[in-house]
C-alpha cells in the first residue's frame, strides 16, 4: 500500500522508497530465472475476459524492437488487456528510452483502470545479460541501446520490480504458457522476421548459458562463403532467410542474371569484330586483283551484317534489364528499395529471381531445424515471426526434411509446427519473466 500522502508514480507506487540497487541487482538473477527454473504449467484458460481480470495483480509489459516500443498491460493468465506504443527514439540517448517505455506503459496502465502493476516484463531485440537487465549491441537497433543498464533504470523510475530478458526467450515463454508449446518441456521456439533467432527449452528450463545470451541459432551458417551477416560472418541464416535478406537475394540473382546477359552479349560482339578484322586483313592481301577484292568485300559484307545485329541485340539486352525484364526489375525501377513482401509478390508472378530467393531461405530454415532436432532432441520446433508465418510451406518443408534428415529418433513426423501468439508473442511472454 502507498502511505497517504506519499508522491506516487504514474504506475501506483510509491516514489518515496526506491528499491537499493544492490537489492535490484541481487534480486535480478532469481526472478529472471524463475520462470526457467520450473516447468510452467499451462493454465486451463490462458485467454480470460477483461472484466475478470484482478487489476491489482496485473503486470506491465514492454517489447523494444528496433522501430517501435510496443507497452501492455498483461494478466497473470496472460490475455493483453490493451496496448499503447511509441517511436523507438533512435537519435536520443538512453535516458530517452526509459522515458518513452514510462510514456507508453503509463498510457496502457492508465487505459485499463489499473490501480497499480506488480512488475514490468521487457522483451528487447538482443543480446542481453537477464541476470542485470543490461544490454549488449543488439545489431539491429544501432547504437541507443548498447550498453543500457535498462532494467535498473526502469526500476528505479517506476519502483518496481523489472525483468529484462532477450524477445525471443520472452517469445519462448509465451509459446510455452499460451501458444503451441503449451504442455511441452523440450522445444526450440525460431522467429524469422526482420532477423532471425530463436530460444531452446530443455525440461521446462530456458537456456541461457555462462553470460545470458545462448540461443542465437540465427547466426548457425547453413552457407559457407554465402551472402555477408550482420554479425560479421557470411551464411548464417539470418543473412538468407531474413526479410531484408531476402530482398537483397532477390536483387542480387536478378543483377548476377542480367550481368551474364550483358557478358554474353558483350563475347558475341568481340567475336563478330575479331571475324571482321580477320576479314579486313584479306581484303589488303590481295588489293591488287579486282577479282579477289570483290571476293573480300562480299565476305566483309557478310561478317558486318552480324556485327549490326549483335549491336542491335546488346541494346535490347540492356533494354531489357533496365525496362521490361521480370516483375522484380519492374520494382526496382521505381527506385524505392526492395522489400520481401515485394519478393513474394514478385515470385508469385512467376519471377525466377524471386523464386530463387526465397528458395534459398527455405531451404536455410529447414537445415536450421534439421540442426536443432539433432543438437537438442526437441519434441516441438516452434517457428513463428512474420517472414515464417507467411510462407506456411516453410514450415511443412522443414517438418518434412527432419523426418527425413534428422537422426533417429530425433527425427520425429510433424515436429515442426507454426507459432500460434502472432506479434503479441513477446507482449504476452514477458509477462512470465
Known amino acids: 500500500m502507498v502511505a497517504q500522502g506519499e508522491p506516487v508514480n504514474t504506475f501506483g507506487q510509491s516514489v518515496g522508497r526506491p528499491r537499493p540497487a544492490e537489492a535490484q541487482k541481487s534480486d535480478a538473477p532469481k526472478s529472471a530465472g524463475q520462470s526457467a527454473e520450473q516447468p510452467a504449467v499451462a493454465p486451463s484458460s490462458p485467454h480470460v475476459s477483461a472484466t475478470d481480470a484482478d487489476a ?163 547466426h548457425i551458417c547453413v552457407e559457407r562463403g554465402g551472402p555477408r551477416c550482420g554479425c560479421g560472418r557470411r551464411g548464417c541464416v539470418e543473412a538468407i532467410a531474413s526479410g531484408p535478406s531476402i530482398a537483397r537475394r532477390a536483387e542480387a540473382e536478378l543483377r548476377a542474371a542480367q550481368g551474364a546477359e550483358l557478358r554474353a552479349v558483350e563475347g558475341a560482339e568481340f567475336r563478330a569484330a575479331e571475324g571482321f578484322a580477320q576479314t579486313r586483313g584479306v581484303t589488303k592481301s590481295v588489293e591488287g586483283s579486282a577479282a579477289a577484292a570483290s571476293v573480300a568485300a562480299r565476305a566483309g559484307e557478310a561478317v558486318a551484317a552480324p556485327i549490326s545485329s549483335q549491336a542491335s541485340s546488346s541494346s535490347q539486352a540492356l533494354s531489357f534489364s533496365s525496362q521490361t525484364s521480370s516483375p522484380l526489375a519492374e520494382r526496382l525501377r521505381s527506385g524505392r528499395p526492395l522489400t520481401g513482401k515485394d519478393v513474394d509478390e514478385c515470385a508469385a508472378a512467376g519471377d525466377p529471381h524471386a ?77 512470465f519473466l
Open 56 to 218: 491489482s495483480h496485473c503486470i506491465g509489459t514492454l517489447d523494444i524492437g528496433g522501430t517501435w516500443i510496443r507497452a501492455a498491460v498483461v494478466t497473470p493468465a496472460g490475455e493483453i488487456l490493451v496496448r499503447s506504443r511509441r517511436p523507438l527514439p533512435t537519435s536520443e540517448g538512453g535516458r530517452a528510452v526509459v522515458d518513452t517505455c514510462l510514456d507508453a506503459l503509463g498510457e496502457a496502465r492508465m487505459r485499463t483502470g489499473c490501480h497499480a502493476l506488480e512488475r514490468i516484463g521487457v522483451s528487447v531485440t538482443g543480446p542481453v545479460d537477464p541476470r542485470t537487465g543490461k544490454l549488449f549491441t543488439p545489431p539491429n537497433t544501432g547504437p541507443v541501446l548498447a550498453g543500457l543498464e535498462l532494467g535498473e533504470a526502469l526500476s528505479r523510475a517506476a519502483c518496481l520490480e523489472v525483468r529484462v530478458d532477450r524477445d525471443t526467450n520472452a517469445a519462448a515463454l509465451g509459446e510455452h504458457r499460451c501458444g503451441s508449446a503449451r504442455g511441452t518441456a523440450n522445444f526450440v521456439f525460431i522467429t524469422v522476421s526482420t532477423g532471425v533467432g530463436g530460444a531452446v527449452m530443455l525440461d521446462g528450463r530456458l537456456i541461457r548459458g555462462a553470460d545470458g545470451v545462448a540461443g542465437e541459432i540465427g
Open 355 to 431: 523464386i530463387r530467393a526465397l528458395d534459398a531461405a527455405a531451404a536455410a530454415v529447414a537445415g536450421m531445424c534439421v540442426d536443432m532436432a539433432n543438437v537438442f532432441n526437441p519434441e516441438r520446433i516452434v517457428v513463428g515471426g512474420s517472414v515464417a508465418i507467411t510462407h506456411p510451406d516453410w514450415i511443412a518443408r522443414a517438418s518434412e526434411l527432419v523426418a527425413r534428415e534428422a537422426l533417429v529418433p530425433a527425427n520425429r513426423e510433424g515436429i515442426v509446427v507454426p507459432a500460434e501468439l502472432g506479434d503479441d508473442v513477446s507482449l504476452v511472454g514477458a509477462a
